[in-house]
């Protein structure tokens, strides 16, 4: 079964920091890109970064800030959030998609609807 588990959110003042975890089971962990995205109330699903391989994408709102990584022998992603905004308050999800597709990564990475598996999300409040 695969499962995708997202850790670390929580309640932040503004200009701190949050490193979230997101570990994967049940899948070739290799084979597979991992994607965070963020939704907001009443707002659309968002791409935050994605990790590829070799290859990191961020949306243009978080580049700078925020920074992803994987630690392959855990099978876990993670994304440290440093200086964080108001703004950035939204339930974060990690999601995963199988590399091997005849589709762009780069054009396709911050799109929900190109990945697999989801985790269930954790809450993170930035106070201002």
């Known amino acids: 079964e695969v499962q995708l588990v997202e850790s670390g959110g929580g309640l932040v003042q503004a200009g701190g920091s949050l490193r979230l975890s997101c570990a994967a089971s049940?899948?070739?962990?290799?084979?597979?890109?991992i994607g965070w995205f963020r939704q907001a109330p009443g707002k659309e699903r968002e791409g935050v970064s994605s990790?590829?391989?070799?290859?990191?994408y961020y949306a243009d709102s978080v580049n700078g800030r925020f920074t992803i990584s994987s630690d392959n022998a855990k099978n876990t992603v993670y994304l440290q959030m440093n200086s964080l905004k108001p703004e950035d308050t939204a339930v974060y999800y990690c999601?995963?998609?199988?590399?091997?597709?005849?589709?762009?990564?780069?054009?396709?990475?911050?799109?929900?609807?190109?990945?697999?598996?989801w985790g269930q999300g954790t809450q993170v409040t930035v106070s201002s």
């Open positions: 999601a995963a998609t199988i590399l091997w597709k005849p589709v762009a990564f780069g054009s396709s990475w911050s799109h929900p609807p190109f990945y697999e598996y």
């Open positions: 049940g899948f070739t962990f290799d084979d597979y890109a």
């Open positions: 990790i590829s391989l070799v290859s990191t």
